[in-house]
């Protein structure tokens, strides 16, 4: 196995209007736990014209060293560049171990940063830990439809490791803190582009986001029609929620696809889950391992569901759902 003595963590952060994304600081706070199990530093890569604005906040939440680079061409984070400039860093500080975020972007990046450092790629991980005496990442990730959790190490340096959304809770943000922030300036210009966005359509939702919501009321295929739906919003408003869904209801064509759950959805960890007329299946369950509480509605009292929830109904949802919404205004009124 080959050897490595860099002292360096290395996070490939990404920014939104506000500052850092959710599974940003989601990475900082594993990040944290490894570098301070290891004696390493933390580092994060901050990419586009509006890095150096949110530098101080990357701190906050726990890298020691934050690498801004400025340059406007990175702001759409666009693969080709984005892929190159982070590569030349990582080059520069040749780091022990690189965490990225499985998102639109990540995974896009992720499996072409370990092809150019000819290195493996430990994938959608929903839990890592260190093995003490060698110091190298052992990933866990859910295989065969989340049937069969497996554990991954690589053998090479560095150790690249994606981590799904919502695996980790960040840390609380300490303005206290103190660390190093520097400019780096990779060599890339337009002409590494072979892809163009045409146009981006920013979809209107005036919903909760499902990632961040701490309710989450879902159906499935069970309801029997896109109209049986109202009910599943009509709930997730009332508590103040977001409405999801299962892949069969998806497929079917009900609801949208940014209301699914699963292996294939969203992954979701809110502290209430309440699931109608949703079987289980492992599929969707990988979605929805982070949920404090899950409560299930369903008229087959041996639906897999039930296994994994805290708090279960056996009945038909057209009955039991009216009346828990009642019971809901009772209490709330």
Avoid at 141 to 157: D, E, Q
Avoid at 187 to 194: G, P, T, V
Avoid at 285 to 292: D, L
Avoid at 295 to 309: E, G, L, Q, W
Wanted: hydrophobic share 45%; glycine share 8%.
């Amino acid at each position: 196995m080959a050897m490595n003595n860099s002292k360096l963590i290395l996070i490939l952060g990404e920014l939104n209007d506000q500052g850092l994304t959710s599974s940003t600081a989601e990475l900082l706070s594993i990040g944290r736990t490894l570098a301070e199990s290891t004696g390493k530093s933390l580092s994060i890569a901050l990419l586009g014209s509006m890095a150096q604005a949110f530098a101080k906040q990357a701190i906050a939440y726990g890298a020691d060293f934050v690498y801004v680079l400025p340059n406007s061409l990175l702001d759409s984070f666009q693969i080709d560049l984005s892929l190159s400039a982070f590569h030349q860093l990582s080059e520069k500080l040749r780091p022990n171990i690189i965490l990225i975020a499985k998102t639109l972007g990540g995974r896009d990046l992720a499996p072409r940063l370990a092809a150019r450092l000819e290195v493996g790629l430990i994938q959608d991980c929903i839990r890592i830990e260190l093995d003490p005496s060698t110091e190298m990442v052992i990933g866990h990730r859910p295989v065969f439809g989340g049937n069969v959790m497996a554990a991954v190490m690589s053998t090479k340096f560095p150790q690249i490791i994606t981590l799904r959304p919502k695996a980790y809770t960040p840390l609380e943000p300490d303005d206290s803190r103190q660390g190093t922030i520097e400019e780096f300036h990779p060599s890339i210009d337009a002409s590494l582009i072979k892809t163009r966005i045409i146009e981006s359509i920013r979809e209107e939702n005036d919903e909760v986001s499902l990632e961040d919501a701490k309710v989450v009321v879902a159906g499935g295929r069970g309801l029997g029609d896109a109209a049986s739906f109202k009910e599943i919003q009509r709930l997730a408003k009332l508590l103040g929620g977001a409405p999801g869904a299962s892949r069969a209801a998806v497929d079917a064509g009900w609801v949208p696809h940014i209301w699914q759950i699963g292996l294939t959805g969203k992954t979701i960890s809110p502290n209430l889950y309440i699931t109608v007329a949703i079987s289980g299946a492992s599929q969707h369950m990988a979605g929805c391992y982070g949920a404090k509480v899950i409560v299930a509605i369903n008229k087959d009292s041996n639906a897999p569901i039930f296994k994994d929830a805290q708090y279960g109904v056996v009945g038909d949802w057209q009955n039991v759902l009216p009346a828990f919404i009642d019971t809901i205004h009772e209490l709330t009124n």
